[in-house]
Structures are given as structure tokens and as C-alpha cells.
């Protein structure tokens, strides 16, 4: 039997940038955000923690088509992405703008298990729409 893992004012602090944030978060994001209150705190902490809340089932990996790892609260349920082109933002959409049921039968023969979606524009900050 496994013991369960203690908690640590680390791991409390980069569970809750995760929680806090709108959209999934790069490493470089959870550092920068963590720092603020751990000014201590290094990249290899933050590495290290975020396998061990993958491995606790708190936090997913979210792979976004560019092939970058950006980490989300494990039970968002299901929901898209945005990424802004301009700054780099990822939020998540609390819409499927895709109305393919599990299970979907697709031309070819093709069945449907999950779909994610990215779209992709600009954001309303980057817009000039939101002050900075």
C-alpha cells in the first residue's frame, strides 16, 4: 500500500496557479506565476511536482497541435482550447463548436472515441479591446 504524499507549500503554491489559471499553462508559465509568492522556487521543482500531480490524478497534460505540453486541472470535463497568435495566450472554451457524438460512425469506417479542438486567433487583449 502506498502511503499518500505529503503536501508541501511547493506543490500546495503550483496547484494552485494550475487551478487559478483560464486555459492549460507552459512549465515557463507556472514558474513565472509560482514566483510571485515562492521567489525561490526553480524549474526543476516545478518538473518534479507536476509528475507527481500527473501521477495523483490532480493535473493532465494538454499536447496542443504545435506539439506543446501545457498542463490543466485533471477534471475540467470535456472542452476546447484558443490560443491567441499574437502573445501566445491558451484559455479554454466553455463550448464544442463539433457536434460528433462517441462512438460516430465516419465515412471510411472510421469511429469516433474523443475529438480536442485549438482554434486559433487573436485574443481580446491583443485586439486592444481589454486594458493591459
Known sequence: MTQPRRNTKQRDTILHVIEEARGPLSVQEILDHAQKSMPR???????????????DH?????????????????????????????CGEVVDLDLCPLNIPTGSLLPGGYTVEAHELTLYGTCPKCQGLVAS
Open 58 to 86: 490532480q493535473i493532465k497534460t494538454v499536447i496542443l497541435p504545435s506539439g506543446e505540453n501545457r498542463f490543466e486541472k485533471a477534471n475540467l470535463g470535456h472542452h476546447h482550447h484558443f490560443q491567441c497568435l499574437k
Open 41 to 55: 522556487l526553480g524549474i526543476a521543482t516545478v518538473y518534479r511536482t507536476l509528475r507527481l500531480l500527473q501521477d
